[in-house]
């Protein structure tokens, strides 16, 4: 039990009234905003995100018997209660919601640490299902208090944050079942204050890019359309599997690989599903491209430069990844209409958040066209903030 004795945040009010006495100790890890490089991290491509400032909170105590207890604030209904030996993928013990959480438990213990039984309370500020990962930041959050209170350093050092990432991502892929990349996961580990987070997947490099538009009069807007993706599971594997039988057709291991796009183009035309592989890779090849022009653009000072490059993700999502949604796209035509200089959807897509960069000074009436475009769609109103990059995973307390 902690030395401190009066709960400072809600993750341990919330253990201490759930369980009693306080937790052994508090960490969190964010949500994220991608700023561009949609749907190529599976394929070892480039991406572009930040770490923003609503985070997932898990308050963590050590137990002597063999069981993994886990409340959260957000899915009131009780303590789940899961004993060690049922933690495995596929354990019907932790289903739902739960298996995000557990999953990141079994994870550390198969990455090696002793994990013993352990006491859990989530509170997170992260929207789930608006795009901005929730998933990963309840992974990330809880892998690296499972991790610490095992006493193991696996997530300690210059790469340790990296390999909590991985550690994350294979709860969610082979604990929960989703088959998602890893740029959620690194970006809630690995993102810094004041930083994008520059991630070529395939080769498992990270760079820190300076990003604070608002010191050049700039804005990035949030727009939750709060049309949640829920149909999104199989669009996504579906899309996967596309991306994945296109580098066959093509004799390759990586999309990275194409360094003539208009000549795989022309193999994968002939091929009986040809017209939408060459729509899914005409995607990915021409993103990789837009994310490294966006950094160089960062790199040399000109912000306002990438709008143009945020609006072609967009349409290239919309067009030829086919993974927008009525909402998305309203969202970022009424931004571009009322004077953003750029816009995309954020995120997997079917939903979520839409990204727009705006002037300072046009922010509050481009967000109120935004709104006014909804209201006469006959949609309930989007939510529109403004997040700065932020700290990734850590230890608070
Ligand atoms: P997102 O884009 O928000 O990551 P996902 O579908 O990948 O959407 O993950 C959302 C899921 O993560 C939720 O349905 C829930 O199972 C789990 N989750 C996220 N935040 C919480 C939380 N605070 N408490 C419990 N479960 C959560
Ligand atoms: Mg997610």
């Not at 309370?121 to 309840?138: F, K, M």
């Not at 816009?343 to 481009?366: K, N, P, Q, Y």
């Amino acid at each position: 039990m902690s030395s401190r004795s009066i709960p400072a945040t809600h993750a341990e009010a919330l253990y201490h009234t759930t369980y009693g006495g306080l937790p052994d100790g508090v960490w969190s890890s964010p949500g994220r905003v991608n700023l561009i490089g949609e749907h190529t991290d599976y394929t070892g491509g480039l991406v572009l995100p930040f770490a923003i400032d609503d985070r997932a909170v898990v308050a963590a105590g050590r137990i002597d018997e063999p069981v993994v207890r886990i409340v959260s604030s957000q899915r009131p209904g009780g303590i789940i209660e899961i004993p060690i030996r049922q933690l495995r993928p596929g354990s019907a013990a932790a289903t739902g919601w739960p298996a995000y959480p557990a999953g990141a438990v079994w994870a550390v213990g198969d990455a090696g640490a002793p994990v013993s039984g352990l006491q859990l309370a989530l509170d997170s500020a992260v929207p789930v299902g608006a795009g901005l990962s929730s998933s990963a930041a309840v992974e990330c959050a809880v892998a690296l208090a499972a991790a610490e209170l095992a006493g193991s350093e696996m997530f300690d050092g210059p790469t340790g944050l990296q390999q909590l990432a991985r550690v994350a991502q294979r709860a969610e892929n082979e604990f929960v079942g989703v088959p998602c990349g890893l740029m959620d996961q690194m970006a809630s580990a690995a993102g810094q204050a004041g930083n994008l987070l520059f991630f070529d997947v395939g080769a498992g490099t990270i760079e820190q890019v300076p990003f604070d538009p608002t010191a050049v009069g700039l804005t990035l807007l949030v727009i939750d359309t709060r049309a949640h993706h829920s149909l999104a599971d199989g669009e996504y594997a579906r899309r996967r599997a596309s991306c994945e039988r296109a580098t066959a057709v093509l004799g390759l291991t990586s999309l990275r690989e194409i360094d003539d796009l208009d000549a795989a183009l022309a193999v994968l035309a002939v091929e009986q599903d040809g017209a939408v592989l060459t729509k899914r890779v005409r995607h990915v090849v021409t993103e990789n491209a837009r994310v490294e022009a966006v950094v160089a653009f960062l790199r040399d000072g000109e912000m306002s430069s990438i709008a143009a490059d945020l609006t072609a993700s967009h349409r290239s999502l919309q067009h030829d990844f086919e993974v927008s949604s009525i909402e998305l796209d309203l969202a970022v035509d009424a931004a571009l209409d009322a004077g953003a200089l750029g816009a995309r959807m954020t995120g997997g897509g079917f939903g979520g958040s839409a990204i727009a960069l705006v002037d300072t000074a046009d922010a509050a009436e481009i967000t109120r066209a935004v709104e006014h475009a909804f209201l006469d769609a006959a949609l309930d109103a989007p939510v529109s903030r403004s997040y700065s990059p932020s700290a990734g995973a850590r230890r608070d307390t």
